[in-house]
């Protein structure tokens, strides 16, 4: 862990909304961007229940707060009050980042360009391909919608809840009306069509992974040596999927790229400045080995 420069009166306010918020690794890479480029700024977390979001929303400006992320449960409840949402926003229905501009509260989503960026950095190329998405909560919905406007092919959304995955169906035919997307039950009830042509791309949107006991949240003797198999899950490093896909030859993307570059997009739309990339991966890695450490 670096050593944080002082808090002084100069310094300015940052932080994350979530409930729980324990558990966040924001603050680590967010602080140690902060002092890497010379900025007074602090980050911290604010433990928010979901009947106090609209009055923390409301101490933003008054506290003098310059910028929030959202998580858990807050990313879809805080749109009602904010004062502009960006398009982006709009289309994945969900804010991840609260800018202040003129005292004014502005919604953006990082979490999918984030998305985007982590599997751009591992070359993974897009076009052409079939993605298989594996649930159809909040972040399903901010990764399928930056997707849905690259030269993919195809989607399959793999849902337990049939009505969440129609409703993300929906959602893209509206984003992207020529992109051909199917439903899929997380029962597996039916064998998913062979793909002889085209290279996969699937991602897990699901929690399973993040428990040891948890069940492989696909089945694994389907993934082919040709595919690229990304898990938002960033805790463990590797999940039982990717160390699958590994095993069968794929190219694996994990989750931690995408938390590092949705903290990066968020910096930017803060600070106006470049984020210093490197330095926000070291103070992930490095909070991720605190934390196993300390778990221990
Ligand atoms: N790397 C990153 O930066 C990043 C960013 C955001 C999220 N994440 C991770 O992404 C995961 C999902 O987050 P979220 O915000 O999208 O959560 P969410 O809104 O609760 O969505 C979770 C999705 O997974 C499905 N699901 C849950 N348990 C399942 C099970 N046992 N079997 C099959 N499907 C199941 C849910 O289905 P139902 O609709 O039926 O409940 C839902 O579609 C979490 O692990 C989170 O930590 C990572």
Not at 14 to 21: A, K, L, R, T
């Amino acid at each position: 862990m670096s050593d944080l420069k002082p808090i002084t009166g100069q310094t300015k306010l940052f932080g994350i909304f979530g409930h729980p918020v324990a558990h966040t690794l924001s603050p680590f890479m967010h602080n140690a961007a902060f002092d890497a480029v010379g900025l007074p700024y602090r980050y911290v977390p604010f433990e928010v229940p979901p009947d106090r979001l609209e009055g923390a929303v409301k101490g933003i400006l008054p506290l003098g707060i310059r910028g929030v992320n959202v998580t858990i449960p807050h990313k879809e409840a805080i749109l009602p009050f904010l004062d502009q949402v960006d398009e982006e926003a709009k289309m994945i229905g969900a804010v991840n980042t609260v800018e202040v501009i003129s005292g004014r509260l502005i919604g953006h989503n990082t979490d999918g360009r984030g998305f985007l960026e982590s599997l751009f950095e591992m070359k993974v190329a897009l076009s052409g391909k079939r993605v298989i998405l594996l649930g159809a909560g909040g972040a399903a919905r901010a990764v399928a919608a930056v997707l849905a406007q690259q030269s993919i092919a195809e989607m399959v959304i793999v849902a337990r809840t049939a009505a969440r995955g129609k409703a993300l169906a929906d959602r893209l035919a509206a984003i992207s009306p020529g992109l051909k997307v199917s439903l899929w039950g997380a029962d597996w009830g039916s064998p998913l069509p062979a793909d002889p042509d085209r290279s996969t791309l699937l991602i897990n949107t699901t929690p399973l992974g993040m428990k040891q006991e948890d069940p492989l949240p696909f089945p694994i003797h389907l993934i082919d040596s040709r595919w690229s198999v990304a898990d938002l899950i960033y805790r463990p490093a590797e999940t039982a999927l990717l160390a699958a896909a590994k095993r069968a030859g794929a190219q694996v993307i994990p989750g931690l790229g995408m938390l590092l570059h949705q903290g990066v997009l968020a910096f930017e739309i803060w600070t106006g400045q470049k984020a210093p990339l490197s330095v926000m991966r070291q103070a992930l890695q490095n909070a991720l080995s605190f934390q196993d450490f300390r778990s221990r």
